[in-house]
């Protein structure tokens, strides 16, 4: 059965490929790693989401494509109560679910998918909790959801409530994320009947702008246009993913033609891409931070003049040109200035050796030896944390501060960073989930965080507050008041040296029309057109 | 008297002897002009390693700031105080792989070491005390063998947490089995040879027996294992480097040089390259040497 | 020939506990936690760990673990991966083929070149081209492969555009995996020029892969016949008269055949060695980069798994060797 459909549908290819008359649209997009797998909900890699949630799926409301701003999705629109504690969500009729080789719909969209895509994640008892050995929803834990959804309620057909612990500004951004992508109960009850619930992680169905034709573990996985996609079929015929970790081997193939984007290209390469005349590369910021964090409950490094001291001693724009080869801008806030509430007025950082010799003596520091953390993994935010590292140790060398440069495997230097006895300075960072600047100041740095993601185990009152405020204000502008407040606050107290935000690249072939850099860093190819 | 005079005798002839063996071992040596170039250049590499710091121009973890992937001197653009170029932030690539001599023979001669020293004891007390003690041993042997090599050593690396030591300490291991099998077999050979039964009968003890009697007449065989092991330690600790488990940074070893250039492979070609070749030319000096060597002591190959 | 047989699996049993038992207590060795590295730079909570550990089973005793571990072996069931969630020995078996079709590849490149130049090089012995020969033979055996694969790259792919840079088809082709061979699905599917591009993305990585194993079996093969042809017989051969090509062909070869296939058989855990740096430079879909992006996710049941089929796959080959080379030469039985 499978068997056929599949030869069917590949002479249906070959016909179309090797027919003049009518060229099918072609884009092969060579990624860089393979999908954990299809169902969104279960991970948190954005090689993942590219591969399921922007190409297959919908969310309720949706990042506007190319900003962090929100958008009408598959609920047409919404109101929140007063009190901030309800959101009632009208849905968008007449949408499709894809129809594929495994799956034939016989409903369009409606309010029980939504139920089933959330219900699933929140409720321990529901059949679809635990579907697949070792299910965790790590965003929806990740971003709180159990503690601030109390109920998601289904009003009727069309309409669904979701009802709010606590009032939370950030949750309209958090459901335009990837774990909130909408399934078809439909279709999981069809897999649910035949025992074979571990395929909805494998052979997926949404509503998005392509459909899922199949995957070659570690090597291709193939798309084509949803024909009755709501928002209009995509003038892409089909989408491939050629799976190339080697970012060398990525140029190189898209220079030979076999294929016409790619993403992450070597820093080093980036001069060269600018000088082929059949390739552009368009950049955007990228929606991140890269930091040295001081454990700020260490002492000397509780003295806020002790960090503002070494901060000064760091030579950032070495860094740019030697570790992030000019792909970078230097940062002064802890949050990426695409971002809204961006605090323009903050100073920027001195590099002022001698400066910072004097300052470290008048604080009463001499002799210094310390500990600085290189992860051993590459990052968005910091694409050599080793070579930083070589750089900082040099540069605190010439203040007198005696540097080690220490590294551990990165699954327990994600767990040892944490703890709050911790001994040295940390190179992390961190990339934006939702664009909204709590994901930034308050997961980062509210006392919340001091013994998890705060890794500058810095707890400080009066910016505690400002950040807590916010997050419950209706009103953007009053909120971005507040966070350019804390930012000041932050500078002033230089919990972390703040080092760059990297720059995004996507060298692509001229040929490829309308793609759109996501500062939120997904590669969506939706509304993408090639020649 | 005439004991004291004989032994003399004795020692001074198996002196002669021995001396007439090594001139016999030069005379089929210097025949293999390979292995005789190979020798030569890995005298060369000992020598550049030793006097590096006296050789090198730069120190080889000092970054010039201005020089950022500075090409060799041939080449435009190229300065003529770094004669093989720089790499990313600015460090002699010349001076680097100048030390990083020092770190390829240093691992060649750890692991050799450890590989030797563990396998020579394991295999002479497997070969000699055989029963359960040769099963034992034989088998956890069989079972290091049963994985690839570099697959265990990688493995190994992982949880040892990567690093040069740990590297090393992995290759070793795994190269253990070889020498476990050799000394095994020549020891199960000699040890009913009749110079041995003699041995025996006039009481020597065990210890005496294994290491006086039985070893030195099973060494041929173990010295061209070791010049085998010595240059495959070489290219697997390169190749966990470039995984990124052997030597970290900034340390000069040649694989790790070469995996922190390898993003510079499209743009900056001697960064990758250079190291590469220096691999290269070290590994293939000591497996011809090697290859002089065992056709220098294998008695078979010598008549044809 | 069945005692030997007997005798070979009585040893062959306790190395595969062995096996297990590294293959079990490796991946638990290794620092790092992958629930840690799920969570990222958030991190995860003491609480939510713990729940995920018991929901993994994890918090047992290792012992027990170990227990659970061999008794799921023998109803061939090797766990699931974190990642995908799929069973181990599905993934295991879907990338097999890509990792065979190589090493087959770059065996029979190794075989057709190798064994000829061998033979070559042993009846000019001492000559320019012997020397050539050997000389090419102990540079290939001696070249660090992962940076080969970048330079052939970088010349055959970058510079000279010959062959495609990476993959194992032009994306533009469709063809129904059937036995997992793309040489062989090609051919079974209707489109046109599959096979060839199939072919082409072969060769490179073939080539590196090949590099090894051809110099050594080249070696082996030259030192062989030198031996052989030593032999009694092959002189009295050579002073009946008989052609010199009759005499290395039939005479010497034949016999010295023997060595070269059990270095043959000896090169599979050399193979798949290699196999995990060629298909991490040349991103091909198999078992090596499979078990080197596992090792990295910590990804427990993948690499416990991937390890024993390996383990146990050269095993097999080992013991086929020795049963072939118990049936040549019945000597060894005893």
Same mark, same amino acid.
């Given at each position: ?21 009518? !060229?099918a649209k ?19 890699? %954005? ?6 949630s922007? !190409? ?60 089933f ?16 050995? %070792? ?12 503690e ?32 909130a ?27 998005g ?75 955007? #910021? %990228? ?9 700020t #409950? ?83 935010y910091?694409?050599? !944390? ?50 909204d ?23 400080? !009152? ?24 804390a #930012?000041?606050?932050?500078?002033? #107290? ?16 001229k040929?490829?029309k ?8 997904y ?9 | ?17 021995e ?21 030569a ?8 390693a ?114 040069l ?31 041995v039964?003699?041995a ?91 290859d ?13 | ?30 620092p ?30 290792l012992?027990q ?50 064994v ?5 090089a ?8 012997d020397?050539?020969?050997m ?11 992962f ?8 010349l ?16 533009m ?31 490179l ?56 296939v ?73």
């Amino acid at each position: 059965m499978n068997l056929t459909n599949l030869r069917i549908w590949g002479l249906a290819t070959l016909l179309v490929w090797s027919c003049s008359t009518y !060229a099918a649209k072609t884009l092969i997009y060579c990624s860089e790693g393979s999908p954990e797998g299809f169902d969104p909900a279960l991970y948190t890699s %954005g090689t993942t989401f590219d591969a399921s949630s922007r !190409a297959i799926y919908n969310r309720l409301v949706e990042f506007v494509h190319g900003s962090t701003e929100i958008e009408p999705g598959l609920a047409e629109r919404w109101e929140v109560s007063d009190d901030g504690l309800e959101y009632t969500f009208h849905l968008r009729h007449g949408v499709k679910f894809q129809k594929t080789r495994f799956f034939t719909p016989s409903r369009d969209f409606n309010a029980d998918d939504v139920l089933f895509s959330l219900q699933r994640q929140l409720d321990p008892n529901h059949p679809w909790h635990q579907y697949t050995p %070792g299910t965790s929803w790590e965003y929806f834990q990740g971003m709180s959801m159990p503690e601030l959804l109390k109920a998601v309620v289904k009003v009727d057909d069309y309409t669904v409530k979701l009802v709010l612990a606590s009032p939370q500004a950030p949750m309209l951004a958090n459901l335009a994320m990837d774990f909130a992508s909408i399934m078809s109960k439909e279709y999981a009850d069809q897999l649910a009947a035949q025992g074979r619930k571990e395929m909805l992680n494998q052979e997926p169905v949404g509503t998005g702008p392509f459909f899922f034709v199949n995957y070659q573990k570690d090597a291709v996985i193939r798309y084509r246009a949803h024909p009755n996609y709501w928002a209009g079929k995509q003038s892409l015929d089909n989408l491939i993913f050629a799976i190339t970790t080697e970012a060398s081997v990525r140029l190189q193939k898209l220079k030979a033609g076999e294929c016409q984007i790619l993403p992450y290209p070597n820093p080093a390469d980036v001069a060269l891409i600018r000088d082929d005349s059949s390739l552009k590369m368009p950049e955007l #910021q %990228g929606l991140n931070v890269g930091y040295l964090a001081f454990n700020t #409950q260490q002492p000397p490094f509780d003295k806020p003049e002790v960090r503002r001291a070494l901060s000064m001693a760091i030579n950032r724009q070495a860094i740019l040109d030697a570790v992030f080869q000019g792909a970078g801008s230097l940062a002064k806030n802890p949050i990426p200035p695409t971002m809204w509430s961006y605090n323009e007025a903050t100073p920027a950082d001195e590099y002022n050796p001698e400066k910072a010799k004097q300052l470290l003596a008048e604080a009463g520091v001499s002799n210094l030896e310390m500990k600085v953390w290189a992860m051993p993994v590459q990052r968005p935010y910091n694409p050599n !944390a080793r070579r930083m590292a070589e750089l900082i140790q040099a540069d605190f060398a010439k203040i007198g501060v005696k540097v080690s440069i220490v590294s551990y495997e990165w699954g327990e230097y994600l767990a040892r960073s944490k703890e709050v006895d911790r001994d040295g300075a940390i190179l992390m960072g961190w990339t934006g989930d939702n664009g909204d600047p709590d994901n930034f100041l308050g997961v980062l740095l509210s006392c919340d965080g001091v013994g998890g993601a705060n890794r500058a185990q810095w707890c400080n !009152a009066e910016f505690d507050a400002l950040i807590k405020k916010a997050r419950t204000l209706p009103n953007q502008a009053d909120r971005a008041e507040l966070y350019k407040q804390a #930012q000041l606050l932050f500078k002033e #107290q230089a919990p972390w040296a703040t080092i760059a935000h990297s720059v995004v690249f996507m060298p692509m072939s001229k040929r490829v029309k309308n793609f759109v850099i996501d500062p939120l860093g997904y590669h969506r190819f939706d509304g993408v057109d090639i020649e | 008297m005439a004991t004291a005079t004989s032994v003399k005798e004795a020692a001074s002839s198996r002196a002669a002897n021995e001396r007439s063996a090594l001139r016999e071992f030069w005379f089929y040596f210097s025949q293999n002009k390979g292995a005789v170039v190979g020798l030569a250049l890995f005298i060369l590499l000992v020598v550049v390693a030793l006097l590096a710091p006296l050789l090198a121009p730069h120190a080889p973890d000092f970054q010039y700031r201005e020089n950022f992937l500075t090409p060799p001197v041939w080449q435009e653009g190229g300065s003529s105080s770094f004669l093989l170029g720089t790499d990313a932030v600015g460090r002699d690539i010349l001076s680097r792989l100048i030390y990083g001599a020092r770190y390829s023979l240093f691992i060649g001669c750890v692991v050799v070491s450890i590989a030797l020293a563990g396998g020579v004891i394991l295999g002479l007390v497997a070969g000699y005390c055989k029963g359960w003690v040769d099963a034992l041993i034989m088998r956890i042997m069989d079972i290091i063998l049963a994985f690839p090599s570099l697959l265990l050593a990688l493995v190994l690396v992982a949880v040892l947490g990567p690093g040069l030591l740990n590297a090393m300490i992995a290759i070793a291991l795994v190269f253990q089995p070889h020498f476990v099998r050799l000394t095994r077999a020549a020891v199960l050979a000699e040890a009913n040879r009749e110079y041995v039964v003699a041995a025996r009968v006039a009481g020597s003890g065990h210890l005496r027996l294994m290491v006086h009697t039985i070893l030195p007449n099973c060494l041929a065989p173990l010295i061209v294992q070791a010049t085998l092991s010595f240059s495959a330690a070489i290219l697997d600790a390169a190749a966990l480097g470039f995984l990124g488990m052997g030597a970290q940074p900034p340390t000069p070893e040649w694989g790790t040089m070469l995996a922190e250039a390898r993003e510079f492979i499209l743009r900056a070609w001697w960064v990758v390259t250079l190291p590469g070749v220096a691999i290269l030319i070290t590994v293939l000096a000591i497996n011809l040497f090697g290859d002089g060597l065992r056709d220098a002591l294998d008695p078979k190959l010598k008549r044809s | 020939m069945i005692r030997f047989l007997l005798s070979r699996l009585a040893v062959l049993v306790p190395t595969f506990l062995g096996v297990t038992l590294v293959a079990f207590s490796f991946i638990r060795l290794l620092p790092g936690d992958p629930l840690e590295l799920l969570a990222g730079e958030r991190g995860i909570s003491a609480e939510r760990k713990l729940e995920l550990q018991q929901q993994m089973g994890f918090d047992k005793p290792l012992w027990q673990q170990y227990f659970d571990y061999l008794g799921n072996l023998l109803h061939g069931d090797l766990g699931t991966s974190f990642a995908s969630k799929k069973p181990v020995l599905d993934e295991f078996l879907a990338l097999f083929p890509a990792t065979v079709e190589l090493s087959l590849c770059a065996i029979l490149i190794a075989v057709l070149l190798g064994v000829p130049l061998g033979v070559i090089a042993a009846s000019k012995r001492g000559s320019v081209v012997d020397q050539v020969i050997m000389g090419g033979a102990l540079v290939g055996y001696s070249m660090p492969i992962f940076w080969w694969g970048l330079l052939l790259i970088i010349l055959f792919s970058g510079t000279l555009g010959w062959t495609p840079v990476s993959g194992r088809i032009s994306l533009m082709f469709w063809v129904e995996p059937v036995t997992g061979f793309m040489l062989i699905d090609t051919l079974l599917s209707d489109e046109e020029g599959a096979f060839l591009s199939a072919l082409q993305h072969l060769i490179l990585p073939s080539i590196v892969l090949a590099t090894i194993p051809l110099a050594v079996i080249a070696r082996q093969t030259r030192s062989a016949m030198l031996e052989v042809m030593g032999e009694d017989y092959v002189r009295t051969a050579r002073a009946k008269g008989l052609s010199p090509m009759r005499v290395i062909g039939v005479h010497a070869l034949r016999n010295a055949l023997i060595p070269v296939v059990t270095t043959i058989g000896l090169q599979v855990g050399v193979l798949l060695a290699g196999a995990i740096l060629t298909e991490t430079i040349f991103s091909w879909p198999g078992i090596g980069k499979w078990l080197v992006d596992s090792i990295t996710r910590r990804d427990y049941f993948v690499v416990q798994g991937a390890l024993l089929l390996i383990a146990g796959i050269i095993m097999l080959v080992n013991l086929t060797v020795d049963l072939l080379y118990g049936l040549i030469n019945p000597r060894i039985r005893s």
